[in-house]
């Protein structure tokens, strides 16, 4: 069939049809029901890299390949009043994620701070995700993860580091949080794949061959990334005069947390392939951290001097022909409200994925771009 050039579907077709595709496979329909409120939020927000047209490629096909298990064994390792470690078993990332944040948000509330670890993981979608349960709360939300190779050090060619996401949210005063949510290289893999399904170049400076030289063409740099023949450039770019070097400190920073507190796996362990070129569990690591502003100088303190930092920011002196400042977290809000009554905008790739789910598994659907 042919498809349209954009779709607009409902956020409740979408969440029903990938709950249901997700239940299928074999994820019990409580997890599969946050699953698909990970990537739709994603959406709303805005970041479209991590949403549902990630949904085939990153959760149901690794499921079918036998990378990915659909019902997630949550093993406690190690648990004290401040912290937790656990193993996923390589179940659902979103899950696992939303157990550990769970288990530290109550230990904050009790003693002050909570920090998670993670090991056996798979992809957890957007990190702001799990930091924003936090702010939700009045707490301090911090999380980052791990994941397969991609950055290149500063000075090196070779993917070694993931695009291990920093990300930060705060409660305010105001309407929305404040939300940091963003990889430590200047483009992550999902954007590239993103422009790979438009058609679209990636712009330069992004990607670097393994001759130096800067790539654009999407489909080959998602090609070389998985050979290794590819990778991406760090916050900053390539070299010291820009300060690449900063973006590789904190992606190596996020590695090293993601990792090492649980004794988990790390860079060249992270391809999702053996020695053989087999695929295999990724095996990624999270990490979370939640901090109680009550027991510093109370919750309504934080939450009116965030608020006033955040608005001296934005009135600050705008640049020459600058139509305002935004601090994090304020786009995806405002992206938020626009899309909540728009839908979901559904390129061909999302609609050819859909039809082909949903003819695998028989299941009951019929979709708007059909007619």
């Known amino acids: 069939m042919e498809y349209t050039e954009k779709a607009m579907l409902s956020w409740k077709l979408i969440g029903d049809f990938m709950t249901d595709a997700l239940v299928k496979v074999g994820v019990p329909r409580e997890d599969a029901m946050?699953?698909?409120?990970?990537?739709?939020?994603?959406?709303?927000?805005?970041?479209?890299?991590?949403?549902?047209?990630?949904?085939?490629?990153m959760y149901i096909d690794r499921i079918e390949d036998g990378i990915q298990n659909p019902v997630t064994e949550f093993e406690i390792l190690k648990d004290t009043p401040t912290t937790l470690v656990a193993d996923a078993h390589n179940g659902m990332g979103m899950v696992a994620s939303h157990k550990a944040m769970t288990a530290i948000i109550e230990k904050a509330k009790t003693v002050g701070m909570g920090m998670a670890a993670v090991r056996n993981s798979t992809h957890y979608g957007i990190a702001g995700y799990w930091a924003t349960m936090a702010s939700q709360e009045g707490l301090l939300g911090i999380t980052g993860t791990n994941a397969r190779p991609s950055i290149a050090p500063t000075f090196g060619v070779e993917n070694m580091l993931g695009t291990n996401p920093l990300t930060f949210s705060f409660p305010t005063?105001?309407?929305?949080?404040?939300?940091?949510?963003?990889?430590?290289?200047?483009?992550?893999?999902?954007?590239?794949?993103?422009?790979?399904?438009?058609?679209?170049?990636?712009?330069?400076?992004?990607?670097?061959?393994?001759?130096?030289?800067?790539?654009?063409?999407?489909?080959?740099?998602?090609?070389?990334?998985?050979?290794?023949?590819?990778?991406?450039t760090p916050l900053g770019g390539t070299g010291a005069a820009s300060a690449g070097y900063k973006g590789y400190g904190y992606a190596t920073v996020v590695e090293i947390l993601s990792s090492a507190l649980q004794a988990g796996s790390f860079m060249k362990m992270l391809t999702g392939r053996d020695e053989n070129g087999n695929k295999r569990p990724y095996h990624l690591g999270h990490f979370f951290?939640?901090?109680?502003?009550?027991?510093?100088?109370?919750?309504?303190?934080?939450?009116?001097?965030?608020?006033?930092?955040?608005?001296?920011?934005?009135?600050?002196?705008k640049a020459p022909g600058a139509d305002r400042i935004y601090t994090a977290g304020e786009k995806e809000y405002l992206s938020r409200k626009v899309r909540e009554t728009a839908g979901l905008e559904a390129g061909p790739a999302l609609q050819k994925d859909m039809i082909a789910i949903r003819d695998s598994y028989h299941l009951p659907y019929r979709f708007p771009f059909e007619d």
């Open 173 to 232: 005063d105001e309407e929305f949080p404040f939300v940091l949510d963003c990889a430590t290289s200047n483009t992550q893999r999902g954007q590239i794949e993103f422009y790979a399904r438009a058609g679209l170049d990636t712009p330069e400076g992004l990607v670097i061959g393994s001759d130096g030289r800067p790539m654009t063409d999407s489909k080959l740099i998602l090609e070389e990334l998985k050979k290794g023949e590819a990778a991406l």
């Open 289 to 317: 951290i939640v901090i109680n502003p009550e027991f510093f100088m109370g919750e309504k303190s934080f939450r009116e001097t965030a608020g006033a930092i955040l608005r001296s920011l934005r009135s600050s002196k």
């Open 34 to 57: 946050l699953c698909a409120d990970v990537l739709i939020e994603s959406d709303l927000r805005g970041i479209p890299s991590h949403g549902c047209n990630r949904f085939k490629t």
